[in-house]
């Protein structure tokens, strides 16, 4: 139960989409190729030379042809808010052409006019693990300096054409996830075991100067615009009480504040100096590029789906355990069906943490369970019983609650995937987020028609009463 005063009016609620997993139509409306056309498997596999049948965001959920109906879908649960990514390589099909795709931009007119009509307001996600492949393959994408050019190009024409429409900005999606998955969200060609780190700090230096140079161009073109970075949140605990473990904490946690600390002081900080020295990196950091960090974001976004422990005793880290971003299981908490751990408390640690850090805005941008549904009927209505993503998602925003009654300044909530979708780490459609059912399977097959689920009718009560039925 939350006190029914604590969520603010004004408050956003919504979803949450990426392009690459919602659009399909990937060669259609002059749209060139982006890195997730060539990736089948998602992050799990290897990327193939050219796009293959078998890769089920080619047509995704149809959102370039459906959007209307999905929105409408969205505004009957009281959405107030809905985050979407644009297509780079639909805007500019190559990443280093001099001229926009006009059919591109149209379609993101119509998508806002949709929105409009029902009162919804846009987040718009500037890049969702979306970069054109043309530049993976020609430039090595962000190790190359070219990059900023081309990401200024494409940020300042969204300014241009959508400044008006649109207030709520994501410069990148989690952007600490670059060390990880350097082809999926930096565009990086060369295979992770060759890179070096220098190589990959620089890419990691480009983003954050493209970033903050975004910031700089809004401020100039769309001066109503709110800026947000965004950040794969994980809140990092010790396995153990041992001092050397909560170490290993405050490293792993350096390794990823120092994403919103640059975005939220404009500069690096100390810590981060050290791990270059130490580690002989010599980054190209020009006095312009210095200058453009000052460029500081608005808001701060975040993802928020587990929380991960972490322990200094090699012999405790087994291979292939915690998760991309490294750690290793609590051994406290329940697991998703994907190893993913369940902790609504670790939510509101990591609201504390970033507004005590950074004492700005904070945006919930992604938050879900990912299941297997099962698709039944009642009284002649077709739906699925997600009782076990309604107790997540409730759980969750409870303790949004108590991260409001903590004096923590929260923007708004986009529960991810609010329609199934394609998975961004098995690049299946059984790893399901939605309110909404799509009928896609992972062979390809299915109507593709939508059915609303249970959790459907909760949200909108939800929405309607401001978080008070939670
Ligand atoms: C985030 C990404 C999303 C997304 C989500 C869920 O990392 O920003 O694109 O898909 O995770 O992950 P998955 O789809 O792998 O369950």
Redesign the pocket.
């Known amino acids: 139960m939350t006190d029914s005063t604590v969520f603010p009016d004004g408050f956003l609620w919504g979803g949450a989409t990426?392009a690459n997993?919602v659009e399909g139509a990937y060669d259609q409306g002059g749209k060139g190729l982006s890195v997730q056309d060539v990736m089948p498997q998602?992050i799990v596999g290897p990327r193939t030379a050219v796009p293959t049948p078998d890769n089920l965001k080619h047509e995704a959920i149809d959102f370039y042809h459906r959007y209307a109906e999905d929105i409408a879908l969205f505004a009957e649960m009281g959405f107030s808010v809905y985050r979407f990514s644009i297509a780079w390589s639909r805007i500019f099909p190559k990443g280093d052409e001099t001229e926009p795709n006009e059919e591109g931009l149209a379609f993101y007119d119509r998508v806002l006019d949709e929105l409009e009509k029902h009162g919804i307001e846009p987040l718009v996600t500037i890049s969702?693990?979306e970069t054109p492949l043309h530049l993976a393959e020609t430039y090595d994408g962000w190790v190359s300096r070219e990059l900023i050019g081309f990401y200024e190009r494409y940020a300042r024409t969204l300014f241009e054409r959508y400044g008006s429409r649109v207030k709520y900005w994501l410069t990148f999606?989690?952007i600490n996830?670059l060390p990880h998955a350097p082809f999926m969200s930096g565009g990086i060609n060369t295979p992770k075991e060759q890179l070096t780190d220098q190589q990959l700090f620089q890419a990691m230096h480009h983003e954050l100067v493209a970033s903050a140079l975004a910031t700089k161009v809004a401020r100039e073109v769309a001066p109503q615009a709110q800026i947000g970075c965004m950040v794969?949140a994980m809140p990092t605990y010790p396995l153990t009480p041992d001092p050397a473990d909560m170490l290993a904490v405050m490293d792993a946690d350096h390794g990823n504040f120092v994403f919103g600390d640059v975005h939220t002081r404009g500069e690096y900080p100390g810590y981060f100096l050290r791990t270059l020295r130490e580690r002989g990196i010599d980054l190209d950091i020009t006095d312009e590029d210095r200058e453009l960090l000052t460029n500081t974001v608005d808001f701060v976004s975040f993802?928020y789906?587990m929380s991960i422990a972490e322990t200094a005793d090699p012999a405790k880290r087994v291979a292939g355990e915690g998760n991309i971003m490294g750690g290793v299981p609590n051994p406290t908490l329940e697991v998703s069906e994907?190893g993913w751990a369940i902790d609504p408390v670790g939510l509101r640690i990591v609201l504390n943490q970033f507004w005590d850090r950074w004492q700005k805005p904070l945006f919930i941008v992604?938050n879900g369970l990912?299941a297997k549904d099962q698709l039944v009927e009642v009284d002649g209505r077709k739906t699925v019983i997600d009782d076990y993503r309604i107790a997540y998602l409730n759980d969750h925003l409870v303790q949004v609650g108590e991260a409001l009654s903590d004096g923590v300044d929260v923007l708004g909530y986009t529960s991810?995937?609010c329609i199934d979708i394609v998975?961004?780490?098995?690049a299946q459609l059984s790893?399901r987020y939605g309110f909404v059912y799509v009928d896609r399977n992972d062979d390809g097959s299915g109507t593709l028609e939508r059915f609303r689920k249970k959790s459907f009718d909760w949200y909108g009560d939800v929405i309607r009463s401001n978080g008070a039925t939670l």
Do not use: C, F, M, R
């Not at 998975?423 to 098995?426: E, R, V």
């Open positions: 990426a997993q998602g969702h693990y999606n989690e996830s794969l993802s789906y994907w992604e990912g991810w995937g998975s961004a780490s098995t790893k």
